[in-house]
T-cell receptor
């Protein structure tokens, strides 16, 4: 049973370019979460999505950042016009549909974004 | 009120010793408290988790102690091994909100 998959694992962008990060949840999981980890810091919640719905985007910066989880395909975190401060590790997590296990989030290996 | 405070920031323990990491929270709506282990360059891996209806949960060498009245919980690693050297994060959430609030992390080094 494959775990949460993220790609690319490493992404280098120049200031002003766009970054697209992809996440495929674990099989049978329909909830996806994105977190950002700055160097030497803990993880910060960004957004919570279900298929075709954004449930909670309270941690997303107001501009340049967007996320989607389409009916088919992976979840995408999109950062437009990247700046150096966007350099971080971005982690995706997934959880099952419902029940007690719904709170348990399983994390992917992350995408390390470097903005030059 | 949404913060989770974790201490210490770093910890050095001899092989075979007990590692103890503490976390405190303020939001009484939190009802699920997981601990994650993260190795350099990897994603966080769920280690153990507890809900406030129990005061202690043990899985192998890892134990969570939970004090609801003090709003504190801690991770104990018994018989610490060099392979346990990693960064440990506590977290808290309210069920079904999907929003994990993480502590700042503790870097554990277990010396042989």
């Amino acid at each position: 049973n494959a775990g949460v998959m993220q790609n690319p694992r490493h992404l280098v962008r120049r200031r002003g370019q766009e970054a697209r990060l992809r996440c495929s949840p674990m099989k049978g999981h329909s909830h996806v979460y994105w977190y950002r980890q700055l160097p030497e810091e803990g993880l910060k919640f960004m957004v919570y999505l279900q298929k075709e719905n954004i449930i909670d985007e309270s941690g997303m910066p107001k501009e340049r950042f967007s996320a989607e989880f389409p009916k088919e395909g992976p979840s995408i975190l999109r950062i437009q016009q990247v700046v150096r401060g966007d350099s971080a590790a971005y982690f995706c997590a997934s959880s099952p549909l419902a029940g007690v296990s719904a709170d348990t989030q399983y994390f992917g290996p992350g995408t390390r974004l470097t903005v030059l | 009120q949404q913060q989770v405070k974790q201490s210490p920031q770093s910890l050095i323990v001899q092989k075979g010793g007990i590692s103890i990491i503490n976390c405190a929270y303020e939001n009484t709506a939190f009802d699920y408290f997981p601990w994650y282990q993260q190795f350099p360059g990897k994603g966080p891996a769920l280690l153990i988790a507890i809900r406030p209806d129990v005061s202690e949960k043990k899985e192998g060498r890892f134990t969570i102690s939970f004090n609801k009245s003090a709003k504190q919980f801690s991770l104990h690693i018994m018989d610490s091994q060099p392979g346990d050297s990693a960064t440990y994060f506590c977290a808290a959430t309210t069920s079904n909100t999907g929003k994990l609030i993480f502590g700042q992390g503790t870097t554990l080094q277990v010396k042989p």
